[in-house]
């Protein structure tokens, strides 16, 4: 009874981590690609904060926007499965906000990662 609960758990987990890999390759690849442009904006006097700002932003935005699919894509599966199987499946609002949750904070951890590079990007250096 026990071992499906906590394959569930360690699959979740194993989710989480991938999601984190693959929304910090997103942000760190952007970041890489707009370091000139973030130079720039350092040699004008803005300060890391706001670049960290920016950076969440960006990650906030990915996860709502991934999460919005994500859900619909979902929901849809969960009604197939139900009337397939004549069990009662249903997304639910608190999962649908608890998986919300965990995909923002998800992103929010790939933005602090990917932040690295920025802050570390020196205006004399780019140029």
Do not use: W
């Not at 979740?12 to 693959?22: D, L, N, P, S």
């Not at 990917?114 to 020196?122: E, G, M, N, Q, Y």
């Amino acid at each position: 009874m026990l071992l499906p609960v906590v394959l569930s758990l360690v699959g979740t987990a194993i989710g989480f981590v991938v999601g984190i890999v693959i929304v910090y390759q997103i942000l760190y690849t952007d970041v890489a690609n707009h370091l000139p442009e973030y130079a720039t904006l350092k040699a004008m006097g803005y300060k890391d904060r706001y670049f960290v700002i920016l950076v969440f932003q960006e990650a906030i935005i990915l996860a709502v926007l991934g999460f919005l699919p994500g859900y619909l894509i979902a929901t849809g599966l969960y009604s197939l499965a139900a009337g397939a199987t004549a069990l009662p499946l249903a997304m639910t609002g608190s999962r649908a906000t608890t998986v919300l949750i965990l995909t923002v904070i998800m992103c929010c951890v790939s933005g602090g990662v990917a932040v690295k590079k920025l802050s570390a990007a020196d205006p004399a250096d780019i140029f």
